[in-house]
Every structure is written in C-alpha cells, then in structure tokens.
C-alpha cells in the first residue's frame, strides 16, 4: 500500500476517464456499454474492422483507437484467450493506466502478473448471441467477476480495477490464477462440454426418432442452453486449459459410471441418497445480498507494502465471503494502514476468525453495532 493521506479512501467509486476496449466483440462490447453508460469515454480496437464500424454504429465505443500509445486509464482486453496474452503485452508497451482481461484461462498468463499493472480478469457471464451485436450494458449485473491478483499487484491498482468492475453490477472474486482455472475448469468448461455432448446425443438420436427433439422439456432445454454459445472460442479454451479440464472431464466420467452402477443394480437407496446430495448443494448455491442490514464492517490493519490487499481479498474467497466493498484508511505517521471490508454479516465471524488465524488483526462489527474483535 503506497499512499500518505490520512483519510479514507473508497475507492469503489472510480471516477470516469477514458477506457481502451480491446477485441469489441460479445463481451468487450457489452464493457464498452457498461463503461459508456457510466460517463467513460470508450475507444475500441479489433483486427476486424467490420466489427469496429459496427461497435461505433450501435454506439458501443466512442471511437477507433489509433495505431501506437494509447492514452488510456484501463484497458480491457477481450479478444479469444489464444491471443491475450500479446494483447496484454501491447497494452502494457502502449498504455500508462491499468490493464486487465476477460479471458476464462489464466494460468498461461501468470508471468505476465508480475507487471503491478496488470490483473487478471474474468467475468463470469455470456450469451447465446454472437458477436458485438448481441452486447448489452446490463450483462454483467449479478454475475461473478474473478480477479486474479498475486503478490505483485498493487493495493491501489486493484481496489480501482474492482471498483470499477463493481460499478457494473457485478460481485468480484478473488482468486489466485491456478485456482481460477481449476474452479472454472469445473463451473463453466466441463459443463458447456458435458451440453455439448447431451445436445449431440440427443441430435444423433433424432435422425431416428424424428419427435425426439419436440419432446425436449425444461430440464433439457436448460442443462443444453449453454450449447448455444459461440464454439469458435472453444478449441483455443481446451488447449490453454486442456490439463485441469482432463482432470476434471475423468471425474465426470467417473461420476456417471458410479450412477450407471446404481443404475445397473437397482440399488434405489443410493440413488436416492445421491440425488438427495445433489439437491441440497443445488439448494445451498449461494445468492447476492441487497440489504445494508445484512452487512457487517471488518476492519484490518496492513503493512504497508504490495500485495496486502490482494491476499486479504484471496482469503475471503478461500473462505467463501462475499465482499460488498472495500474502502483503504492510509496513514500519514508510520507503515501501517487499515483495510476496510464490507461482509454479508453470517459470513463475518468466518472472516474475521479466517484473517485471525493468518496473523492479522481484524476487529468485526455490525454496522449500526459495536466493534468485536
């Protein structure tokens, strides 16, 4: 943490500047929405021209961004994950603001982390639709947003990235760049992978069964509904991600044939105590909190030096909490500083006890209550 005033500062609330959205295509257009309508001024860049004219007809970016140094104050790089990587490199050389991604693989870019400038970024959302025409301002509230900070981000790098990302409606997770992949690899790979497959079966069986397809009910409709997304960015996906998705894929094989065993045995107790478990964890999926009466204020006192945030923030997503904001307190006199967070307030004694056990000092309140250390 590198500041001297004395004074809190939220730095959830970014102020406008101007933003450089590489790759305008479904989800960097749909940023270039949420920046623009937030007052930021927008420029865009893709190799495909037809998608930039298009981006500035439907009002999406301000205007195309010219050749060489960029002057903006984040960049967002959107493009397929194959190529991010020297995306981000580019932005680094190009631009003087922060820099970050939308890519759902992050491992491959973990070298590129030691750079305080650039963090790690996946919003955790999409659409049936392609391209920059399907792009929405909107498509980002109430979805996850992972950042992936590490021991080299900067404190106020981050918070600002965040606050920004939060300004769109999203909850932000933090994540260390391996973790992500091997979580992701289990949320959002194998299942798009597994509707793949159900759609193909369920294709293949109606070349024989030519009302197979009308009979297709709810329940089939929304395990396959993500079968319907662009498959153009999915060979580049398997391959960045290819070893933690293996993992996981032989996990899923080994599930189904646990199933077919019961299946096969008649064993109907087992089969009601698995779909039993499954149910309670679908139940137990956990949901945003609106209220500020659900909020209680964790106050953590940091060195100040780089990083602190970041590990603060990985913790509460080691612990499944929820931050709702973050504000950082510096201090003129002395090397100390205090983190300031936000929690759903049954979620704030895991925290507090979490922080605890690594060594800080974290004192816990409601937010009309007293401080509880």
Request: hydrophobic share 45%; with cysteine; charged share 25%.
């Amino acid at each position: 943490m590198t500041a001297s005033s004395n004074s809190g500062t939220n730095l959830e609330s970014s102020s406008p500047g101007t933003a450089l959205v590489v790759g305008v295509g479904l989800i960097g257009g749909s940023i270039g929405l949420a920046l623009r309508a937030r007052g930021w001024r927008v420029l865009g860049r893709d190799l495909v021209k037809a998608n930039l004219d298009t981006a500035l007809e439907l009002g999406v970016i301000d205007s195309i961004a010219a050749e060489g140094l960029v002057s903006a104050d984040v960049t967002f790089v959107a493009t397929p994950v194959g190529s991010i990587g020297a995306e981000v490199e580019r932005a680094l050389r190009e631009t003087e603001g922060l820099v970050t991604d939308a890519g759902s693989v992050k491992s491959q870019l973990a070298p590129l982390m030691t750079n305080p400038r650039y963090i790690g970024g996946h919003p955790m959302a999409g659409s049936e639709l392609d391209g920059v025409a399907g792009a929405r301002a909107d498509l980002f509230e109430g979805r996850t947003w992972v950042l992936t900070p590490t021991g080299e981000t900067n404190d106020e790098a981050f918070a600002r990235l965040r606050g920004i990302i939060v300004e769109f409606g999203a909850e932000v997770v933090s994540l260390p760049p391996e973790r992500h992949d091997t979580m992701v690899a289990v949320v959002s790979h194998v299942p798009h992978l597994t509707a793949a497959s159900l759609m193909g079966l369920a294709d293949a069986r109606s070349d024989e069964h030519r009302g197979l397809l009308r009979l297709a009910a709810g329940g089939f409709r929304d395990m396959t509904r993500i079968a319907a997304g662009q498959p153009g960015i999915w060979p580049d996906i398997c391959s960045e991600n290819q070893e933690a998705i293996i993992v996981e894929l032989d996990r899923l094989v080994d599930g189904l044939g646990v199933v077919r065993s019961l299946i096969v045995n008649d064993d109907r107790d087992g089969l009601v105590e698995l779909l039993s478990k499954a149910r309670s964890a679908r139940l137990a999926l956990p949901s945003r909190f609106t209220r500020a009466e659900e909020l209680s204020e964790i106050r953590i006192p940091v060195p100040d030096q780089k990083g602190a945030l970041a590990g603060i923030t990985m913790l509460a997503a080691e612990l499944d909490v929820s931050i709702a904001d973050i504000e950082i307190a510096h201090s003129v006199e002395g090397d100390e500083g205090v983190v300031i967070l936000l929690v759903e307030s049954t979620q704030g004694a895991r925290l507090r006890d979490g922080l605890a056990s690594h060594g800080y000092r974290p004192v816990l309140r409601p937010l009309d209550g007293d401080y509880d250390q």
